[in-house]
């Protein structure tokens, strides 16, 4: 029986392991947002952001949309009160400008990651993250995941 018990807890652990968003979560909505966009347009895609819809905005996994050119938060899904906002060069918990570090990826090579610290909407703890952004255009799409 207590075998049994051990397997059943170390399978739990497994599947609560496995829920967690991965890297390549990450990229794969950031290029299916960047899809979407393609097909529909960007102001299309800003509504569905809006919106919340569950196609980009899985629990601490989100997409958000920046202006590369101004640096304004055009679209975000947890935190729409920074929408409308030039946010590039506060920095993070560790003082980090990592926004202008999105900006400065994004218009060099359209792509990347960028590693700050962030408040994990799952938890309401500031923690580690990782974004993988990903220009689209005049718009960068940021999807990223916390570090454990």
Do not use: C
């Not at 097909?39 to 809006?50: E, H, M, P, R, S």
């Not at 055009?74 to 409308?84: F, M, Q």
């Amino acid at each position: 029986m207590k075998t049994l018990v051990s397997i059943v807890l170390a399978g739990l652990a497994l599947s609560a392991q496995a829920a967690e968003p991965t890297e390549k979560d990450a990229i794969a909505m950031a290029e299916k947002g960047a899809a979407f966009i393609k097909a529909n347009g960007q102001d299309a895609f800003l509504k569905k952001i809006a919106a919340k819809d569950p196609d980009y905005l899985q629990g601490s996994l989100y997409v958000d949309v920046r202006d590369i050119k101004t640096g304004i938060v055009l679209a975000h899904p947890v935190n729409p009160s920074i929408v409308g906002k030039d946010l590039t060069d506060i920095p993070d918990a560790s003082g980090k400008k990592y926004r202008r570090e999105i900006i400065d990826l994004a218009a060099k090579k359209g792509h990347g990651w960028v590693d700050y610290q962030y408040k994990n909407p799952t938890t309401g703890k500031i923690e580690p993250k990782t974004t993988y952004i990903l220009r689209v255009g005049d718009v960068v799409l940021e999807a990223g995941i916390y570090k454990k």
